[in-house]
């Protein structure tokens, strides 16, 4: 019963995770979503370092029950760990030989890779989170991989339903990543596929310094899984099914740092031996041998298979540009702060860019340099910052992202716009455009006389570097006009009451 309840629970957990993250209409509250997030470790310890006045209940609720049980979040909230068992299903389903054996502790390595994961974390370099973190990990395979199959399902949904006349189901523009964002997921997905296939929950008990931390925690647990070892005949059947690779039959010792609490000994062993708070035990001599069945993964090896997914959704342009355009500073989200504030605290989970419905917010390559790949930048060729939108800052589960009132989000500039005269159409074709100020929410972008025609003038103060006049440019390959960021975020302006007025035109896939 114990594993039965485990395997729902795994799966209920999942599917909110999912319905957290990838609410493509947000339908689901930001409360709702704090809830299922705060359940993460990594992200609810950012959380709390940064308002320590504010104690996350999930999170206590997580250090808590590991306290007292030991590390059931590993094998029922964390994401990447169901998607580990799934791993170890198909090996189950593909093999007939034994599944798993005794893996050593590795507590030395364990321990090294948990330090220096902190060290780099204190000194503000999230990258071996990014790369290490479980609730990192599953945002990125969910965004590269789940996320299209999620708009597929919405769409088809939507399509057939308009077909009997029914328009209740709208249907979702999706628009791909980076090619290198699928790139990397796919090479991190592989990896971790391959390891959970081969040696079960390896990755959890060698890398993972989320499970460093909790199984620390575990080893003061007062209910933990243990063996009689006078009734125990040693028949290996536990280890075999062990993905933890933590039972020492021999031994009859269970390392309980190790342990992911999945219930699998106590339900395969023969005799009845293996038990959890149990002062004494009778071995149950009835008892016949039982084989692992974990129903309910149906359909989820459907979120591991990848499509193909290479092309770049962006506009039409048209136009020559020779002058060539370096951006020095990178534009990071509203609500960062800032480059250094926003680099020391984001690990790149990818919920943000997920959730941006411009696809504005692109995980990085090379912006923030090798420590900072795949933490979100405003990639302006994608989109632009919605002038109403606060999305982002919302469903920030580390905190590198800080909740903005609308008001205050209007009026945080995240860069500065430049003009770049001898790329613009007007100056090399003679033709007129205006795309840039069309398009710009505060009109620090206006048009100006010009040899019969109109040139874009710019007012620094009141821009607050949103993009829409860079994507709505159509020039190529180097843009007229761009927006260099801030290396802190300061306040614009406020535009003339006539220009506030003015409601903001949403530029179509091609502005003109």
């Given at each position: 019963?114990?594993v039965?309840?485990r395997?729902?629970?795994?799966v209920?957990?999942?599917?909110?995770?999912?319905?957290?993250?990838?609410d493509i209409?947000?339908?689901?509250?930001?409360?709702?979503?704090?809830?299922i997030?705060?359940?993460?470790?990594v992200?609810a310890?950012?959380?709390f370092i940064?308002?320590p006045?504010?104690?996350?209940?999930?999170?206590?609720v997580i250090?808590?029950?590991?306290?007292?049980?030991g590390?059931?979040?590993c094998?029922?909230?964390?994401?990447?760990?169901?998607?580990?068992?799934?791993?170890s299903?198909?090996?189950?389903?593909?093999?007939?030989?034994?599944?798993?054996?005794?893996?050593?502790?590795?507590r030395?390595t364990?321990?090294?890779?948990?330090?220096l994961?902190?060290i780099?974390?204190?000194?503000?370099?999230?990258?071996?989170l990014?790369l290490?973190?479980?609730f990192?990990?599953?945002?990125?395979?969910?965004?590269?991989?789940?996320?299209?199959?999620?708009?597929?399902a919405?769409?088809?949904?939507?399509?057939a339903?308009?077909r009997?006349?029914?328009?209740?189901?709208?249907?979702?523009v999706?628009?791909?990543?980076?090619?290198d964002?699928?790139l990397?997921?796919v090479?991190?997905?592989?990896?971790?596929?391959y390891?959970?296939?081969?040696?079960?929950?390896?990755?959890c008990n060698?890398l993972?310094p989320?499970g460093?931390?909790?199984?620390?925690l575990a080893r003061?647990?007062?209910?933990?899984?243990?063996i009689?070892e006078?009734?125990?005949?040693?028949?290996?059947?536990?280890e075999?099914v062990c993905?933890?690779?933590?039972?020492d039959?021999k031994?009859h010792?269970?390392?309980?740092e190790?342990?992911v609490?999945?219930?699998?000994?106590i339900?395969?062993?023969?005799?009845?031996?293996?038990?959890?708070n149990k002062?004494t035990?009778?071995?149950?001599?009835k008892?016949?041998p039982?084989?692992?069945?974990?129903?309910?993964?149906?359909?989820i090896?459907?979120?591991?298979?990848?499509?193909?997914i290479?092309?770049?959704?962006?506009k039409?342009?048209?136009g020559?540009?020779?002058?060539?355009?370096?951006?020095?500073?990178?534009?990071t989200p509203?609500g960062?702060?800032g480059?250094?504030?926003?680099t020391?605290l984001c690990?790149?989970c990818?919920?943000?860019?997920?959730?941006?419905?411009?696809l504005?917010l692109?995980?990085?390559l090379?912006?923030?340099?090798?420590?900072?790949?795949?933490?979100?930048?405003?990639?302006?060729s994608f989109?632009y910052?919605?002038?109403?939108?606060?999305?982002?800052?919302e469903i920030?589960?580390?905190?590198?992202?800080?909740?903005?009132?609308?008001?205050e989000k209007k009026?945080?500039?995240l860069?500065?716009?430049?003009?770049?005269?001898d790329?613009c159409?007007v100056?090399t074709k003679g033709?007129?455009c205006?795309?840039?100020?069309?398009?710009?929410?505060?009109?620090?972008?206006?048009?100006?006389?010009?040899k019969n025609l109109?040139?874009?003038?710019i007012k620094?103060?009141?821009?607050?570097?949103?993009?829409?006049?860079?994507?709505?440019?159509?020039?190529?390959?180097?843009?007229?006009?761009?927006?260099e960021?801030?290396?802190?975020?300061?306040?614009?302006?406020?535009?003339?009451?006539?220009?506030?007025t003015?409601?903001?035109?949403?530029?179509?896939e091609?502005?003109f």
């Amino acid at each position: 019963m114990a594993v039965l309840l485990r395997r729902i629970a795994a799966v209920l957990f999942f599917l909110a995770f999912i319905a957290a993250t990838q609410d493509i209409f947000q339908a689901v509250s930001p409360q709702y979503k704090n809830y299922i997030l705060s359940l993460q470790v990594v992200p609810a310890i950012l959380q709390f370092i940064q308002k320590p006045a504010w104690i996350i209940a999930g999170f206590v609720v997580i250090l808590l029950t590991t306290m007292l049980m030991g590390r059931l979040y590993c094998s029922t909230v964390c994401p990447l760990g169901f998607i580990q068992d799934v791993f170890s299903r198909i090996r189950k389903k593909t093999q007939k030989k034994p599944r798993f054996i005794e893996l050593p502790n590795y507590r030395k390595t364990r321990y090294t890779v948990f330090i220096l994961t902190l060290i780099f974390a204190v000194f503000g370099v999230t990258l071996p989170l990014s790369l290490l973190d479980p609730f990192s990990l599953s945002g990125k395979f969910v965004n590269a991989f789940v996320q299209p199959l999620v708009v597929l399902a919405n769409n088809g949904v939507s399509a057939a339903f308009a077909r009997a006349g029914n328009y209740s189901v709208p249907p979702y523009v999706y628009r791909l990543h980076t090619v290198d964002f699928y790139l990397i997921s796919v090479i991190l997905f592989a990896a971790i596929g391959y390891i959970s296939y081969q040696k079960g929950r390896w990755f959890c008990n060698i890398l993972c310094p989320v499970g460093t931390f909790l199984g620390i925690l575990a080893r003061i647990a007062p209910k933990k899984i243990k063996i009689d070892e006078i009734a125990c005949k040693g028949c290996g059947v536990c280890e075999r099914v062990c993905k933890a690779g933590c039972i020492d039959t021999k031994a009859h010792q269970i390392d309980f740092e190790r342990c992911v609490v999945c219930y699998n000994c106590i339900d395969v062993c023969p005799t009845g031996v293996i038990y959890q708070n149990k002062k004494t035990h009778k071995p149950d001599t009835k008892k016949k041998p039982v084989t692992v069945s974990r129903k309910g993964f149906l359909g989820i090896s459907a979120v591991l298979a990848l499509q193909g997914i290479q092309q770049k959704a962006i506009k039409k342009e048209t136009g020559e540009s020779r002058v060539v355009v370096n951006r020095k500073v990178p534009v990071t989200p509203p609500g960062s702060g800032g480059v250094e504030r926003f680099t020391e605290l984001c690990t790149a989970c990818q919920q943000c860019t997920g959730q941006c419905p411009s696809l504005v917010l692109q995980p990085s390559l090379t912006e923030y340099g090798f420590l900072g790949i795949m933490q979100p930048v405003m990639n302006f060729s994608f989109g632009y910052c919605n002038f109403e939108c606060t999305l982002c800052m919302e469903i920030c589960p580390t905190g590198a992202l800080l909740p903005l009132h609308i008001k205050e989000k209007k009026l945080k500039q995240l860069g500065k716009v430049t003009f770049v005269k001898d790329n613009c159409i007007v100056e090399t074709k003679g033709t007129e455009c205006g795309a840039c100020s069309e398009h710009c929410p505060t009109k620090a972008v206006t048009m100006v006389p010009y040899k019969n025609l109109k040139l874009p003038e710019i007012k620094e103060k009141i821009c607050i570097g949103c993009g829409a006049c860079e994507y709505a440019c159509p020039v190529k390959p180097y843009k007229a006009i761009y927006v260099e960021g801030n290396k802190v975020h300061c306040l614009a302006e406020s535009p003339s009451n006539e220009n506030a007025t003015r409601k903001e035109a949403v530029p179509e896939e091609f502005p003109f």
